[in-house]
Every structure is written in C-alpha cells, then in structure tokens.
C-alpha cells in the first residue's frame, strides 16, 4: 500500500512541476531582463499601433493567447456598490507584432509632455518678441527671439521622443522559447 501511494505521489509531483507552456524573454545585448509565461500580465503596443494591457492564459506556436477583462462597478443587491469582471476580450498576436514592451510598476520621466511645454513656451516667446518688434522696435530682444526659437525647437523634438517603454529592435529582442512536449508532425 505505501508503494502504491509513493508511486501516485511521484506521478502527481512530477505532472504538477512540468512546464505548461512556452515562454517569451526580452533580451537586451543577449543578456535576459525579463520572460512573460502563462499567467503574466503584459502591456505592450503592436506593429499596428494598438495598445494591449492583459493577461496571457497562453503562449504556443510562436503566438501569445491573452484575455483583456472588463472590470467595472456595479451595484449589489444590498445597495452597495462592488467592483466586478463584467466581461473578457480574447486576444492573439504573434510574439514578432509586439513593437513595445512597457514594464509595470516602472514609471518613467514623460519627453512627449516635457516637449509639449516647452514647445509651446518658446512659440509664445518667438511670438511675443514678434509682436514687441513690430509695436516698437528699441525694446525688441534678438537674444529673446533666439531663446524662444531653441526652447521650441528642443521641445519639439523632446515631443517626438517616447517613453513608453522599451522598443524591440536593435538593443532589446524578444526571443521565443518553445518547451513544449507535444511537436506537430508535419
């Protein structure tokens, strides 16, 4: 009888530490900073400019399976308000769609609105020193002038910069890792 449960035992142990699925690591110069496997919430934006933030439920053939939930507030029948899954959107990508990659819980300094502002202070600045040219030109400031102009040329190019995350291409990669046990024979 205890061989009997020994033998269950080692069958159930070695089912339940098996890998269930292939995974995904972003490497930066073949060095791995992070992997994403069933059960990771992922935020990232796609070739086509669509922004996902969902759960992967799996990861085979070189695709990524996610579920996107609908978490709203809804009333009870109590009267009191609760938070609940109303829905699920289902998705599928293929691992080589994925653009950007943004890491949770890291928050980054923001070029784009940095660059806004300065972009439009120095477009004020030029356009107030064209103005104070024209009504009178003894207090007109060429060095005001060429001040606004580099204040609103760095933000405009301050604005074009995103952080949005890590972009997959010449520095960062993502690398498919196919585990699983059962191979389509083809």
Request: proline residues 2%; hydrophobic residues 40%; glycine residues 8%.
């Amino acid at each position: 009888m205890k061989i009997l449960q020994l033998l269950v035992f080692l069958f159930i142990s070695g089912k339940s530490f098996s890998q269930s699925s292939d995974f995904i690591l972003v490497q930066k110069h073949n060095q791995t900073i992070a992997s994403f496997y069933k059960g990771n919430d992922i935020s990232f934006t796609t070739t086509s400019g669509a922004t996902i933030d969902a759960q992967i439920t799996e990861i085979r053939h070189d695709s990524i399976f996610l579920a996107q939930y609908i978490i709203q507030q809804i009333p009870s029948n109590a009267g009191a308000n609760i938070i609940d899954t109303v829905g699920s959107y289902p998705y599928q990508f293929n691992y080589n769609e994925i653009k950007t990659i943004n890491f949770p819980g890291t928050r980054h300094f923001d070029f784009s609105a940095s660059g806004a502002s300065l972009f439009g202070g120095g477009l004020l600045l030029v356009v107030a020193s064209g103005v104070v040219y024209l009504a009178d030109k003894k207090d007109f400031s060429p060095l005001l002038l060429i001040a606004g102009a580099a204040l609103g040329i760095t933000g405009y190019f301050l604005s074009k910069k995103s952080s949005d995350g890590i972009t997959i291409g010449k520095k960062y990669k993502l690398v498919y890792i196919d585990v699983s046990s059962e191979k389509n024979q083809q």
